[in-house]
């Protein structure tokens, strides 16, 4: 099996209101390894988002230790956190989050202001099956060439984290189900790590690990030794 790349010892994350503390998170142990496709389940509010911000460096645990690569990140600053996510997280949203004005080569292209080793842009929109979309704008895009963009603009990163938030929430099942395709072939093939969050427990059958949360905790972590193909999922 492959390194882990992440792990959460005893993670808690928990917010102060009025005289009472509430727990978005508590006492969460997992390990993901380079190269999996894991799928973080749960009804809203049960604590996924928390857990992804937590992966990403975009939120700050209160409790317990996060190891990546062999390093805390909880001990980490505000810029030694920028740091961790630009070297290393790549993050696709529900909604796209590309800038109209800009051509999909131009939004692709724009990770080089981030971090200065990134991929070919071209070579990024050529991999998700955008190589002749170029100099389209946005709006001249259907939901899954966006959806498309946005994750060759998390690729040309090279991240080592790939987390997807509701990443097909925006689209038909056709389309939806093409995105997952994609993901999935970027872990399997490419051997980045891609961590999906849904409320679609469909989904859960192309993971290699499975997180449940619910109210703000792990339920169950289950390894998923034979994952369907994409193209399969009964939407």
Request: glycine content about 8%; proline content about 3%; charged content about 20%.
């Amino acid at each position: 099996m492959a390194e882990p790349i992440i792990e959460f010892k005893e993670v808690a994350k928990s917010y102060q209101r009025g005289d009472r503390i509430f727990y978005a998170l508590r006492h969460v142990n997992l390990t993901i390894h380079e190269g999996e496709m894991v799928v973080i389940l749960g009804p809203s509010g049960a604590g996924k988002s928390t857990l992804l911000n937590l992966l990403g460096g975009m939120d700050t645990a209160t409790e317990g230790s996060i190891i990546f690569e062999g390093v805390d990140i909880t001990k980490y600053n505000d810029n030694q956190l920028t740091q961790y996510r630009a070297k290393n997280v790549g993050v696709v949203f529900q909604f796209y989050n590309l800038i109209p004005t800009l051509t999909a080569y131009e939004n692709v292209a724009l990770m080089k202001e981030i971090e200065e080793n990134t991929l070919d842009p071209k070579k990024c929109m050529e991999a998700v099956g955008l190589g002749e979309h170029f100099h389209q704008f946005p709006a001249q895009m259907s939901g899954g060439e966006q959806q498309r963009t946005s994750i060759a603009r998390a690729l040309a990163k090279n991240p080592k984290l790939l987390l997807c938030d509701e990443p097909t929430g925006a689209l038909d099942t056709e389309t939806g189900r093409g995105v997952l395709e994609l993901l999935q072939k970027m872990s399997s093939e490419s051997r980045h790590t891609v961590i999906m969050v849904t409320h679609n427990s469909s989904f859960a059958d192309i993971a290699n690990k499975v997180i449940r949360v619910k109210n703000g905790t792990v339920e169950s972590i289950t390894i998923n030794q034979k994952p369907i193909n994409a193209n399969e999922v009964s939407w």
